[in-house]
């Protein structure tokens, strides 16, 4: 039996799912701008465009987050969301305080510093946003009858993220020493505790939808957790290398994002072999697919890719150009997005009632947006090895070499306009779900095989 209250999760998902529409429409500003088309410059200057268009991505995949975690929770803890009211309340007051950080960008109004640019006073209003989430999902957590390590994890990745938020709000004059605590935020949300989040809802999915055992993918768990926080912690220490801090940030940065990979590739391993472990098919394959694309993809994005040029003989050189943006698009994609788009998916046919398990139209919206992702990645990868050979190795002047990697942003367009249309599918099929029910959870294991028992030991 499913829970009524899972029922909110649908609207952080739908929020999620604009939020990201719009993330892509300043994706596109930006992108016109690069190859000459910067028609909108006096209204959305490109500086604008980049913070909108990096905060919409935070904003949009703490959504997800927060949705997954109140579908999962109340399945985990055998019981209703503590304070449902709180949820909807919360949820309201995340994208008014999201809408108003939009607005500040564009009359200029924000903090200088990359990727924490929301103004001072917001950060106020986020920190009391997300206390009320954390203390719902925690009541409800505390007061279940059954506590289990895929809500433990990812209960305690939610809220870590939620106390790393802090040290960016620390006020300092050094440059250096708010590098050194800004990037508490930055490093060790994405390679940090987003990966323990990412680990349970993957965990939670692949005991849905393999039906291998529960205590064999926790254990699997386990290991993950400890290779992230062996690696993703002091590989903090890549961003340190040229900042201003000692130099044994050099050594330390530089061993541990060589192993930075190792947890992601866990995940991969973890989730192919669970897959192919499991006996028997759940009729949700395209959920299984975008759980299993996820693991593969953040691999390759956020673990190969990232180990590639945070060594520190490479980032000498790559630093701040967009070899990191290569990183940063396959990374976010792989490692994050696509397992709120696995949770979206395995979800919406149990809120709404209607089995649209593998449709053409859900296919066609992975593949697209996958490719598309892929294709993007390597045009950012072409300009940015570019630009390292004529900016740092040569001595070109930035704005002279940014005029000779220009074309390579008619490919990246191009690969952005096949994202793009994945991703339109991927909502229009979101819509074709309609509205959740009660109905439609009484009854949300009706339509499984009669072999077919959710593992739930």
Same mark, same amino acid.
């Given at each position: 039996?499913?829970?009524?209250?899972?029922?909110?999760?649908?609207?952080?998902?739908?929020?999620?799912?604009?939020?990201?529409?719009?993330?892509?429409?300043?994706?596109?500003?930006?992108?016109?701008?690069?190859?000459?088309?910067?028609?909108?410059?006096?209204?959305?200057?490109?500086?604008?465009?980049?913070?909108?268009?990096?905060?919409?991505?935070?904003?949009?995949?703490?959504?997800?987050?927060?949705?997954?975690?109140?579908?999962?929770?109340?399945?985990?803890?055998?019981?209703?969301?503590?304070?449902?009211?709180?949820?909807?309340?919360?949820?309201?007051?995340?994208?008014?305080?999201?809408?108003?950080?939009?607005?500040?960008?564009?009359?200029?109004?924000?903090?200088?510093?990359?990727?924490?640019?929301?103004?001072?006073?917001?950060?106020?209003?986020?920190?009391?946003?997300?206390?009320?989430?954390?203390?719902?999902?925690?009541?409800?957590?505390?007061?279940?009858?059954?506590?289990?390590?895929?809500?433990?994890?990812?209960?305690?990745?939610?809220?870590?993220?939620?106390?790393?938020?802090?040290?960016?709000?620390?006020?300092?004059?050094?440059?250096?020493?708010?590098?050194?605590?800004?990037?508490?935020?930055?490093?060790?949300?994405?390679?940090?505790?987003?990966?323990?989040?990412?680990?349970?809802?993957?965990?939670?999915?692949?005991?849905?939808?393999?039906?291998?055992?529960?205590?064999?993918?926790?254990?699997?768990?386990?290991?993950?957790?400890?290779?992230?926080?062996?690696?993703?912690?002091?590989?903090?220490?890549?961003?340190?290398?040229?900042?201003?801090?000692?130099?044994?940030?050099?050594?330390?940065?530089?061993?541990?994002?060589?192993?930075?990979?190792?947890?992601?590739?866990?995940?991969?391993?973890?989730?192919?072999?669970?897959?192919?472990?499991?006996?028997?098919?759940?009729?949700?394959?395209?959920?299984?697919?975008?759980?299993?694309?996820?693991?593969?993809?953040?691999?390759? !994005?956020?673990?190969?890719? !990232?180990?590639?040029?945070?060594?520190?003989?490479?980032?000498?050189?790559?630093?701040?150009?967009?070899?990191?943006?290569?990183?940063?698009?396959?990374?976010?994609?792989?490692?994050?997005?696509?397992?709120?788009?696995?949770?979206?998916?395995?979800?919406?046919?149990?809120?709404?009632?209607?089995?649209?398990?593998?449709?053409?139209?859900?296919?066609?919206?992975?593949?697209?947006?996958?490719?598309?992702?892929?294709?993007?990645?390597?045009?950012?990868?072409?300009?940015?090895?570019?630009?390292?050979?004529?900016?740092?190795?040569?001595?070109?002047?930035?704005?002279?070499?940014?005029?000779?990697?220009?074309?390579?942003?008619?490919?990246?367009?191009?690969?952005?306009?096949?994202?793009?249309?994945?991703?339109?599918?991927?909502?229009?099929?979101?819509?074709?779900?309609?509205?959740?029910?009660?109905?439609?959870?009484?009854?949300?294991?009706?339509?499984?095989?009669?072999?077919?028992?959710?593992?739930?030991?």
């Amino acid at each position: 039996m499913k829970y009524r209250t899972q029922k909110i999760a649908y609207w952080f998902f739908a929020s999620a799912l604009v939020l990201l529409s719009l993330q892509l429409v300043y994706g596109f500003i930006m992108g016109f701008a690069r190859v000459g088309y910067d028609t909108l410059h006096p209204w959305i200057p490109f500086n604008t465009a980049r913070a909108v268009h990096t905060n919409l991505l935070v904003v949009w995949l703490l959504c997800g987050f927060m949705g997954a975690a109140h579908f999962i929770i109340p399945e985990e803890a055998e019981r209703e969301l503590e304070w449902p009211w709180l949820a909807h309340a919360q949820l309201i007051s995340l994208l008014v305080v999201g809408v108003i950080a939009i607005g500040c960008y564009h009359f200029n109004i924000w903090e200088g510093r990359k990727f924490l640019e929301i103004p001072r006073p917001l950060d106020w209003l986020v920190v009391v946003n997300v206390l009320a989430f954390l203390a719902n999902i925690g009541v409800t957590l505390w007061r279940g009858t059954r506590h289990t390590t895929t809500s433990l994890v990812l209960y305690m990745g939610l809220l870590f993220a939620a106390l790393l938020y802090l040290p960016g709000m620390l006020q300092v004059d050094n440059q250096t020493v708010d590098s050194f605590y800004r990037w508490w935020v930055v490093h060790l949300w994405v390679e940090g505790v987003w990966e323990l989040i990412m680990g349970g809802i993957l965990a939670y999915l692949l005991i849905k939808l393999t039906g291998v055992d529960r205590e064999v993918i926790e254990k699997w768990l386990y290991i993950i957790v400890g290779l992230t926080f062996l690696s993703g912690i002091l590989g903090t220490g890549h961003h340190y290398y040229f900042i201003g801090t000692p130099r044994y940030w050099l050594w330390i940065g530089g061993i541990f994002s060589a192993l930075e990979p190792l947890a992601f590739l866990g995940m991969a391993i973890f989730a192919i072999a669970m897959s192919k472990k499991g006996g028997r098919r759940h009729p949700n394959r395209i959920a299984l697919t975008w759980s299993l694309g996820c693991a593969v993809m953040a691999f390759v !994005g956020a673990g190969f890719l !990232g180990m590639a040029h945070t060594l520190p003989s490479v980032n000498r050189f790559t630093h701040g150009t967009l070899v990191t943006a290569m990183h940063g698009h396959m990374a976010f994609w792989g490692a994050y997005a696509m397992i709120v788009l696995a949770m979206i998916a395995y979800a919406l046919p149990l809120l709404t009632g209607r089995r649209l398990w593998d449709t053409p139209i859900a296919n066609w919206a992975f593949w697209t947006s996958n490719i598309g992702m892929t294709a993007m990645t390597g045009a950012l990868a072409v300009a940015g090895i570019t630009q390292v050979n004529l900016e740092r190795r040569i001595g070109l002047d930035f704005l002279a070499v940014q005029k000779e990697i220009e074309m390579h942003f008619v490919g990246f367009l191009l690969a952005a306009a096949l994202f793009t249309l994945g991703i339109a599918l991927y909502i229009v099929h979101f819509c074709r779900h309609g509205l959740p029910t009660d109905e439609a959870l009484s009854r949300a294991e009706e339509d499984l095989p009669a072999d077919w028992v959710p593992v739930a030991k």
